[in-house]
């Protein structure tokens, strides 16, 4: 990723050199990405990214318990929660706030 970024930086600085006073437009973005694209993809970035994420050689421990504390906020139970608006609506009738409610008819 880091290789595509580089690169990519690279390619967007080239155009605006190039192309002065023009503005990097969403049509532009496909071409400039592509070129970036084709520098970075090489079978040694791609190797070292699958080594660097413990794929191969399979690494289990290359991450800690710390790399993943950001996803524990969403360690949730939304299993309830979809089964409710999903009876909720089955049944036609779906709370909007507590204590209120609506029908719905003939959808």
Known sequence: ???LSTYYS????????NHPGRVITIH???KIFGLS???SATISNAVSGFKKAGIVPYNLNIFSDFDFMA??????????YISNT??????????????TTIQLTNL
């Open 1 to 3: 990723m880091r290789p």
């Open 10 to 17: 690279q390619e967007v600085n080239l155009y605006l050199v």
């Open 28 to 30: 532009d973005i496909g």
């Open 37 to 39: 694209y084709n520098i």
């Open 71 to 80: 996803a524990s906020i969403t360690e949730t139970p939304y299993l309830p």
């Open 86 to 99: 999903v009876n909720q609506i089955i049944t036609g009738e779906i709370t909007l706030l507590p204590n």
